[in-house]
């Protein structure tokens, strides 16, 4: 059971916007910068969000992020066949004083 | 170019003991905090801990701690994850990565894990 909550899985058509929620508590989320990455099936997550909402160098701005309270978003709009991936957040937990992942997110555009 | 490169696969049987690599290019190794993270197969990712170069400062996940050994030699660039006693269900993909964070001193302060390992396949069978 993950500390983060994540969907698992979301779909949409391609050229669509999705959002995926994460979920967490005033330890994590409430209190903490959230990241998001990419992982594309047998390769390494890829950072696209840090800090709540920033984009590094070469993330396409289709992809965003939000946090409010103990929750945050990661939206992606039109959609790509190359956006299929697994996601996940990621922050700080301070009653574990450990970093936390969310259970992961499955986007498959359809 | 700023990378991370990890050792090749590994293949175990419980009760062995290992470490793997992970060496840094590109940027000043002492200067960032280096995060393990465990894939279990068709599983999410797992935060196991982060170590500081600089002054082999580490913390550990709960869930890690005592089970694994994390290290990391600034003479040649490189973090270690090692296990002294191997078990079946240690079987996962670990992956090295930069933990970034907006006060050097404080893994938590974490905003990011910018920079990632190829990653390291880890089976554990008798």
């Known amino acids: 059971q993950s500390v983060l909550t994540q969907p698992p899985s979301v779909s949409a058509a391609p050229g669509q916007k999705v959002t995926i929620s994460c979920s967490g508590s005033s330890s994590n989320i409430g209190n903490n910068y959230v990241s998001w990455y990419q992982q594309v099936p047998g390769t390494a997550p890829k950072l696209l969000i840090s800090?709540?909402?920033k984009r590094p160098s070469g993330i396409p701005d289709r992809f965003s992020g939000s946090k409010s309270g103990t929750s945050a978003t990661l939206g992606i709009t039109g959609l790509l066949p190359g956006d299929e991936a697994d996601y996940y957040c990621g922050t700080w937990d301070n009653s574990l004083s450990a970093g936390v992942f969310g259970g992961g997110t499955k986007l498959t555009v359809l | 170019e700023v990378q991370l490169v990890q050792s090749g696969a590994e293949v175990k049987k419980p009760g062995d003991s290992l470490k793997i690599s992970c060496e840094a290019f590109?940027?000043?190794?002492?200067?960032?905090?280096i995060a393990w993270v465990r894939q279990m197969p068709g599983k999410g990712l797992e935060w196991m801990g982060v170590?500081?170069?600089?002054?082999?400062?580490?913390r550990y996940s709960p869930s890690f701690q005592g089970q694994v050994t994390i290290s990391a030699d600034k003479s040649t660039s490189t973090a270690h994850l090692q296990w002294s006693s191997l078990k079946a269900s240690d079987t996962a993909i670990y992956y090295c990565a930069r933990h970034r964070t907006t006060i050097t001193s404080r893994p938590d302060y974490f905003f990011g894990m910018d920079v990632w390992g190829q990653g390291t396949t880890l089976t554990v069978s008798s």
């Open positions: 590109g940027y000043t190794f002492a200067n960032y905090w």
């Open positions: 800090e709540n909402k």
């Open positions: 170590i500081y170069p600089g002054d082999s400062a580490a």
